[in-house]
C-alpha cells in the first residue's frame, strides 16, 4: 500500500510534513537532512526540486531554490540520493516542484525514478488539473499519488472538479500568498471540513505554518500542516549540526502548550 | 489543417500555449478566460476602445514609403509607424484595451512587469488615464539602466517595485509580478505586457495587437492596389508586435511573415534571446513555448542589447508559426541590428527602437524582387536607446 494512503489511515491528527528544498544549504544535505527528519517524530517529508523561477513560493524557499541550483543540485542528483538512503528510511516521501524540471526530465522517466527511490507522492502547483490530465496515466501506473492544491478562494465547483482528480490527501493553502508568508490564516474550520467532506480525503495546511502555535492552530480544524520555509530558515541556524537542528526543531513544534 | 493565429478553448496553439497556473491564479485566470471574448466583442468595449485608439493613441499609425531605405534595397519598402503613438510603441494598443476590461472586470488595482520600460510606461499611462492604482515590477538591474523610464512612470503616478530576486531583469520581474497576483487575486488586474503567460493572456494580447495587422490592409490597399504585401518582418521578444503584425495574414499563404529574435552575440553563444532559433519546448510563466533552458530544465537568462528582446521565451503563437512553417525567423546580432539602425537613420531620418532595427536588420538578409512589397513593423522610437546609440556609434 502507498505510503502517505497508510499514514493516513494510522492516523488522524496532528500529522506533521516537513518541506526543503533538495541541495540546501550543501549539495549533499539532502541524504543527512531526510535521515534526520527519519529520527524525528515528524510523519512525512516533501522534497522540494529547485528550480530558476518559482512563482508560487515566497522569498526562503526563493532563495534555497537558488543557492541549490549554484551547489550543482538537479533532478538526476537528487534520484542518486535518494537511491543511497532509501532502505534507511520508512516515512511517506513526496517530490514537490514546478512542471519545467519534470517535463525535461521526461515525465515516464521521473515516475519510475520516483517509484524506485521510494517515492509516494508528488506536488507539482503548476500542473493543474486541466494540464495533469494528460500526464494522469503515467503517474497512476507508478502508483504515485497526486497531491493538487485548494486555497481560501477555491469554490465548491471548482472544489468538487479537483476532487475527481485528487488522492492521498488535499494541500490546503491557508491564504491568499505565496509560501512563507506571516499574513494570518483565511481557512476557516467549516472550510476545511468543506474540503474533507467535498474529496473524501484529510486535509494538511500549508502556507504560514512556521511555530508551535500555528501548527497546533492548523491540526484544531485540519489533520495537520506542512511546514517549508520556518523549517528551511532553522536549517540555517544549526551551530551543532542538520541532525540536532532538525531534531530540536520538531521537539519545538510538537510541544504540548499550555 | 489550417494554421490559424487564434488559440483552441484550452489556449493552446498546437503543441504550444496552455495554462500552467497554481491553484491560487485558478480564480483570476477563469474569470478572464469566461469572460474576455464577451467583454472585448461586445459594441460598449469596442466603441470605447477604438475611441481611445483614434483620439488618445493617435492611430491608425501611418504606412510610409520609405523611398531612399527602398532604392537601398532595389525593393519597396513600407514602414508601419508603431514609433508614432503616444508613449513612443505599439505596447499602448494592449494596455488602453486591458484598462478597459480591467474597468469592466471592477479591478481597482493594476500591475505590470516592465524590462526596458515601455510596457511599464504604456501601463502607467492608461492607470493614468483611467485613475486607476498602478504598481510596476521592474528588475533592479533595468531599474538602474533605464532610470528616464522610471521617472516617466513615476511621474504618471505609478509605483516602480525594484526586483532583487534572480538575475533582476524582465524574467524576474515577471515572476515578482505574478507572486503579487497571487497575493492580491481580487482586487488586481495583471497586464501582461506581451502574448506570453497563461491562457487567455496570449490570445487576448494578440487580439488588441491584431489592429496593427488590419489597418495594414486598407493602407496597403490605397497605396499599392493590393491589401497583401510579400512580405512583413517584425521583431520578437515575447512577439506581441509581430503577432499584432501578422495576424489577419496569417491564414494567406502568399504572405511570407518573418521574425527578427534578438541573437545578442550570436544564436550559437550564451549571451543570446534567440529562444525560436536555439530554445526547446518548455513551460515559463504558466505557458508552454520553446523556451531557453539547460538540459536540467532551468531557465537560462538571455542576452540582447534591446532590453525590449531580452525574454527567455516567446509566445506560444510563434513557436506555432515556427512549427508549422508558416513564418520564418532569424536570429539578428547585436551588430547586424546596430547598423540597420544608422542605415535608417540616415536614409530615412527616423531613428528606431533598438528592438525595431532587428527587424529593420532583416532587409539585409532577404533576397527581394524589385516590385514586391515589404511591410517592416516598425514597433518603437528609439528615444529610450539613445544612449546606447551615441556609445556605440561612437565606438565605430
Redesign the interface.
Known amino acids: 500500500m502507498n505510503k502517505i494512503i497508510k499514514l493516513f489511515n494510522q492516523k488522524s491528527r496532528n500529522i506533521l510534513s516537513l518541506f526543503f528544498t533538495a541541495g540546501y544549504p550543501e549539495a549533499d544535505s539532502t541524504t543527512e537532512i531526510l535521515e534526520a527528519i527519519e529520527e524525528s517524530s515528524a510523519d512525512m517529508v516533501e522534497i522540494g526540486i529547485p ?6 513560493d ?2 526562503v524557499i ?1 532563495d534555497s531554490s ?1 543557492k541549490a ?1 549554484l551547489n550543482g543540485m ?3 542528483k537528487l534520484f542518486e540520493q535518494l537511491n543511497v538512503v532509501k532502505d534507511r528510511l520508512s516515512k511517506p516521501k513526496l517530490l514537490m516542484g ?8 521526461g515525465v515516464e522517466k521521473f515516475c519510475k525514478r520516483c517509484s524506485e527511490t521510494g517515492v509516494d507522492g508528488v506536488i507539482v ?4 488539473p ?2 495533469y490530465l494528460a500526464y494522469r496515466g503515467i503517474f497512476e501506473k507508478y502508483d504515485l499519488l497526486f497531491i ?4 481560501p ?3 465548491k465547483e ?1 472544489l468538487k472538479e ?1 476532487s475527481g482528480y485528487a488522492s492521498g490527501f488535499i494541500y490546503a ?1 491557508s491564504s ?3 509560501t512563507g ?1 506571516s499574513g494570518s490564516s483565511a481557512l476557516k474550520p467549516e472550510d476545511v471540513s468543506e474540503i474533507s467532506a467535498i474529496s473524501g480525503l484529510p486535509v494538511l495546511i500549508g502556507f504560514g505554518v512556521k511555530d508551535n502555535e500555528t501548527f497546533r492552530q492548523a491540526c484544531s480544524i485540519s489533520s495537520g500542516a506542512i511546514i517549508g520555509s520556518a523549517f528551511i530558515r532553522s536549517l540555517d541556524n544549526s551551530p551543532h549540526g542538520i541532525r540536532q537542528s532538525v531534531s530540536l526543531f520538531v521537539n519545538n513544534i510538537r510541544e504540548e502548550g499550555d | 489543417m489550417n494554421v490559424k493565429a487564434v488559440a483552441d478553448k484550452n489556449g493552446y496553439y498546437g503543441e504550444f500555449g496552455g495554462a500552467y497556473i497554481p491553484e491560487m491564479l485558478y480564480n483570476n485566470i477563469s474569470e478572464l478566460k469566461s469572460r474576455y471574448l464577451d467583454i472585448i466583442n461586445s459594441k460598449e468595449f469596442r466603441d470605447e476602445y477604438m475611441q481611445l485608439l483614434k483620439d488618445y493613441v493617435g492611430r491608425p499609425s501611418p504606412l510610409y514609403y520609405a523611398g531612399r531605405l527602398s532604392h537601398h534595397f532595389g525593393t519597396r519598402i513600407f514602414l508601419k509607424r508603431e514609433d508614432l503613438n503616444h508613449t513612443g510603441s505599439h505596447k499602448i494598443n494592449n494596455t488602453v484595451g486591458q484598462i478597459i476590461l480591467a474597468s469592466k472586470l471592477g479591478k481597482k488595482r493594476i500591475i505590470a512587469e516592465t524590462g526596458a520600460g515601455q510596457h511599464g510606461v504604456a501601463t502607467a499611462t492608461v492607470c493614468a488615464l483611467k485613475g486607476l492604482e498602478c504598481i510596476v515590477y521592474m528588475g533592479a538591474t533595468d531599474v538602474e539602466r533605464q532610470a528616464r523610464n522610471v521617472t516617466l512612470m513615476e511621474m504618471l503616478g505609478a509605483k516602480v517595485v525594484p526586483v532583487e530576486s534572480g538575475n533582476k531583469t524582465l524574467k524576474d520581474a515577471t515572476n515578482e509580478a505574478l507572486r503579487d497576483w497571487i497575493s492580491n487575486p481580487e482586487s488586481t488586474h495583471y497586464i501582461i505586457g506581451s502574448i506570453v503567460g497563461p491562457h487567455p493572456f496570449p490570445d487576448m494580447v494578440t487580439r488588441f495587437q491584431s489592429v496593427i495587422s488590419l489597418e495594414m490592409k486598407s493602407q496597403l490597399k490605397e497605396k499599392t492596389g493590393s491589401e497583401d504585401p510579400d512580405y512583413i518582418l517584425a521583431c520578437i521578444g515575447g512577439g506581441s508586435n509581430a503577432a499584432g503584425a501578422f495576424y489577419h495574414y496569417v491564414e494567406n499563404e502568399n504572405v511570407k511573415l518573418i521574425g527578427a529574435e534578438g541573437g545578442g552575440m550570436g544564436a550559437e553563444t550564451d549571451l543570446t534571446s534567440a529562444s525560436i532559433t536555439t530554445g526547446r519546448p518548455g513551460v515559463l510563466h504558466a505557458c508552454k513555448s520553446l523556451l531557453l533552458q539547460t538540459t536540467d530544465g532551468q531557465v537560462i537568462e538571455p542576452y540582447s542589447i534591446s532590453a525590449g528582446l531580452d525574454y527567455p521565451g516567446v509566445g506560444p503563437l510563434h513557436s506555432y508559426l515556427h512549427a508549422r512553417g508558416r513564418a520564418r525567423y532569424y536570429s539578428i546580432n547585436d551588430d547586424d541590428a546596430l547598423k540597420a539602425a544608422k542605415q535608417m537613420i540616415e536614409l530615412e531620418g527616423i531613428i528606431p527602437a533598438l528592438e525595431s532595427a532587428h527587424a529593420l536588420a532583416l532587409l539585409d538578409k532577404m533576397d527581394f524582387n524589385s516590385n514586391d512589397v515589404v511591410v517592416v513593423n516598425l514597433s518603437g522610437r528609439g528615444d529610450k536607446d539613445l544612449e546606447t546609440y551615441i556609445k556605440r556609434f561612437d565606438d565605430e
Open positions: 528550480f530558476s523561477d518559482p512563482v508560487a515566497g522569498k526563493q537558488s541550483l538537479s533532478l538526476e514546478y512542471f519545467n524540471p519534470v517535463m525535461q526530465f502547483p503548476d500542473l493543474p486541466g494540464e493538487f492544491l485548494v486555497t478562494g477555491t469554490s471548482r479537483i493553502v491568499y500568498s505565496t508568508t
